[in-house]
């Protein structure tokens, strides 16, 4: 099955940085992947995603680049505030054309941004 | 409110006994899934139901635990004597069917400690 690897585990950054959270994944089969943002207590909420026919998307401060062949795929969050900490989830999954996936998740970046 | 809802929030029993949670998809979303997020880890699939259809049980599904989705709006998920180990959130996520993205949205998890 899928295995995704998620680093680093924690990462500590000053508002105004920049931030990066990098995710390998084992199958070759995934194309889809999605980023999820874990707020203390609260729901993982779907914030970026991208799918295996592109290798950027951007939506404001946030991207996410896909590199099919190396099987990795990082998450980039610039201008960096305080309310962006948070735990940040990678997530693979093959989007079959049935539409059916399962998600699987890395053990998720905890982003600290210091004022 | 017209996300993922769920229901208990928060469940506490001794071990041994049954418990049943429950989730209300998005409305118009046919499929929904279930997870498990122990404490520093990614949620960890459990279940997924395509409408009222049990379509795949992860082998981390023991015989102790039982889904149900009878009339393809909202499911249960029932654990018998508990143990333990089954201390955990326990999250709901639903998604659109067919040829229209599986981008899953989250419900706030019922965090079940079993004593």
């Known amino acids: 099955g899928e295995n995704v690897e998620q680093h680093p585990s924690t990462l500590s950054v000053q508002e105004g940085d920049s931030a990066v959270i990098k995710c390998t994944y084992s199958?070759?089969?995934?194309?889809?992947f999605p980023w999820y943002k874990q707020e203390l207590g609260k729901r993982p909420q779907l914030i970026i995603d991208i799918r295996s026919n592109v290798g950027e998307k951007k939506d404001q401060r946030i991207a996410v680049t896909l590199n099919k062949t190396a099987k990795h795929f990082s998450l980039h969050i610039t201008e960096t505030q305080p309310e962006d900490s948070a735990v940040y989830f990678c997530?693979?999954?093959?989007?079959?054309?049935?539409?059916?996936?399962?998600?699987?998740f890395g053990k998720g970046t905890m982003l600290l941004v210091s004022p | 409110d017209t996300g993922v809802s769920q229901d208990p929030r928060h469940k506490i029993t001794k071990r041994g006994q049954n418990v049943t949670f429950r989730c209300d998809p998005i409305?118009?979303?046919?499929?929904l899934y279930w997870y498990r997020q122990t404490l520093g880890q990614g949620p960890e699939f459990l279940t997924y139901?395509?409408?009222?259809?049990?379509?795949?049980k992860s082998r981390l599904l023991s015989d102790r635990f039982s889904a149900e989705r009878p009339k393809g709006s909202f499911s249960t998920l029932e654990i018998q004597r508990t143990e333990q180990g089954d201390s955990a959130m326990y999250l709901c996520?639903?998604?659109?069917?067919?040829?229209?993205?599986?981008?899953?949205?989250f419900g706030p998890g019922t965090r079940l400690t079993v004593l």
């Open positions: 997530a693979a999954s093959p989007e079959e054309v049935t539409g059916y996936s399962t998600l699987t």
């Open positions: 996520a639903s998604s659109l069917g067919v040829g229209q993205g599986n981008e899953q949205f």
């Open positions: 139901f395509q409408n009222e259809a049990q379509l795949e």
């Open positions: 409305s118009e979303h046919n499929r």
């Open positions: 199958d070759s089969a995934s194309n889809y």
